[in-house]
């Protein structure tokens, strides 16, 4: 069994990450099971292993936290879901790119939930919504905004960090960097797309599609 953790109020990235790599340890220790915690982070940025200073346009804007996920810089804060997945591949398989496959349809099985179409494009890590109502890039290319994010660290094949949505944040604040070092297409959220959704109607969504999503296989 999974186990499903909310956390009220803002957590501070140091206290997550720290309790993140506890749980992932005992995870791989076979002391505690899986689990998958939602929380929401202060206004941050974090910097994956394939972050590039230059796109970090304003480093005094909010703190800055290195971490050793994948992926390269991006912003966290109030009115985003962050959903951090513990889970064993020993028992679900250890195949990488099918993990982060399943997360990407987790992603778009949950808003599908709220009828919007989220999509993944091959050289563009996360899930993306088109946006035909705003004018095309300068080439041409139709614009599409970033929903969601995802970048994941293993260890001993327990994952750890995870996705994170973008339900009401400030979007504003996603201009002190380059989002995950993307140029022309934007970031969006639920609300922002004209979606009254809440924070625990996301939530229900998210548990609602999981086991769809990320099957644990019958003989683990």
């Known amino acids: ?12 990235y140091p206290d997550a990450v720290a ?55 991006t912003y966290h804060g109030p009115g985003q879901r962050v959903v951090y997945v513990m889970l064993d591949l020993n ?3 250890r195949d990488v ?5 399943q997360l990407e349809t987790w992603v778009i ?3 599908d939930r709220f009828n919007v179409k989220g999509e993944i494009r091959p050289g563009r890590v996360g899930v993306w919504v088109a946006r035909p109502e705003k004018p095309p890039l300068p080439d041409g290319t ?19 960090h995870g996705i994170s949505i973008n339900v009401e944040p400030e979007l ?26 809440t924070m625990d109607d996301l939530d229900v969504a998210l548990r ?3 086991s769809t999503a990320l099957p644990l296989p019958e003989d683990a």
């Open 1 to 12: 069994m999974v186990e499903w953790i909310t956390s009220d109020g803002l957590v501070a």
């Open 19 to 73: 309790i993140m790599e506890h749980r992932a340890a005992a995870i791989a220790a076979g002391t505690e099971g899986e689990a998958v915690w939602l929380l929401e982070h202060p206004p941050l940025y974090t910097a994956g292993t394939s972050a590039r200073i230059s796109d970090l346009r304003d480093p005094d804007r909010f703190p800055v936290f290195e971490s050793k996920r994948g992926g390269q810089y």
């Open 91 to 93: 028992r679900r398989g």
């Open 97 to 101: 790119r099918a993990f982060v496959e």
């Open 109 to 111: 099985a949950t808003l």
């Open 142 to 160: 139709p614009r599409e905004d970033k929903i969601a994010a995802i970048g994941i660290r293993l260890r001993k094949w327990v994952s750890f």
């Open 172 to 197: 504003e604040h996603f201009n002190g960097i380059v989002p995950c070092g993307i140029t022309g297409h934007g970031v969006t959220s639920l609300v922002d797309l004209g979606l009254p959704v």
């Open 208 to 210: 609602q599609t999981f």
